[in-house]
Each structure stands twice: as structure tokens, then as C-alpha cells.
């Protein structure tokens, strides 16, 4: 897939070598990137971060080729610019692991995507498997809807533990603004969730929706005592 729209950030190996290093003076070890353009080349930005022991957490989706959240579809089109990216980072031993899909159960509306969701995490996790890759997590980063949280965290790991399970479990939030707290923003919510959850769950994004912004203080609370690893 070619689009020459596509901001592709692992194709900008100048910008790469700024970033990592920045990166790294942070003590960050993983970043996650989307979109991927499978055509184009990733070698010089992907040695970069693997050089720099940042792993890479990759959207398999582009705006072209991902899901429509009123009108979700899993079809064979999508299947094959999904594996192509697959293809084209299977190699690269610093990617982490792929997101199938992003958001895209994000209202009362877009519950029917569910299981297009979870055909694409199967079928992704078989065609990894049948290619003989090593296990490259596969996973979902689910919208900042907190009534449809908890159910989707259960949907995404019922049936088969290896074939249809996610591996991972993002969620993208955007309720810490300003000098927010741990409690204040939700985030005491969002770990009391994920107690005794099968898979890792972690913050897939973090921002804030309000006209206050966010000035990433969040990283305090999420890097700090009060949400450790359980």
C-alpha cells in the first residue's frame, strides 16, 4: 500500500535518529507508531530504535485500510494490507507486537464491529503463525468510552486463549488534564479494571479531550507507586 498522503514516521530516518536519541536520554523503551506504509523502506529508522533498545508498538490499520466504525467490514483487501505490513516488520526483532484495530468500538453505535475486530485478531495471530514468525503480540487499543470499557476488555479475551484472544489489551485515554490527580482524572478506575485481567493492559495513548491540555504530568501517576504492576 502506497499512499503518498500517509505520514509514514519510520520512513524519515533523519527525523529517527533526533527522536530515539531524545527517547532515550527519557528512559523510553517502547513507542508506539502509527500509520505504516508496507511499501516503503523502514530498515535505517527501525535499526535506529532498536540501536537506541526502544521497542516499537505498530497499528497494522491505515487510513485507508482500516475499520469504519459505522459500517465495520473484515474483507480480504483489508486482510492483505494488513499482512503486508506484517510482512514487511515481521523481521525487525524490536517490534514489540501489532494492533489490529484502533478505536474502533467507540459508541453505542459501532458495538457490531466487535466481532469484525476479533476475526481480525484471529486470522492476523494464524497468518503470523502459518509464516512461521515468531510470536509478535497481537492486540487492541480501545477507545476512551468508559461504559463500554469493561466489556469490551471481556470481549477481547473470551474463546480460544491462543487463536482468538488478544495478547494485549491498550486503552487510550484522554480524561488527565491540566494538574490533574490519580483519582480526579479516572485513572483509579481504569486500574481497579484491569485487576486480575489474563493479559497486559497498559495506557496505548494518553491525552486530554478538554481545551485545558494536557502538559503529560499523567506520566507521574502512570510511572509512579499508585499504578504498579500487579
Partial sequence: MTDLSTVDALNNPEQCQVDAALMKTLGVNTIRVYPADSERPHDDCMSTFADADIFVLLDLA???????????????????????????????EYLLAVV??????????STSAAPYVKAAIRNIKAYRDGQGYREILVGYAAADVIDLRLDTMNYMICGDITATHVDFFGINDYSWCDQSTFTMSGYSRVYDQAGDYPVPIFFSKTDCNNQGGCESNDQKAVLGPQMGDR
Fill in 62 to 92: 491505515t487510513p485507508i485500510t482500516g475499520f469504519i466504525h459505522v459500517r465495520p467490514d473484515w474483507n480480504i483487501e483489508m486482510f492483505n494490507n494488513y499482512t503486508k505490513t506484517l510482512d514487511a516488520f515481521a523481521k525487525y
Fill in 100 to 109: 489490529a484495530g484502533n478505536e474502533v468500538i467507540n459508541g453505542d453505535q
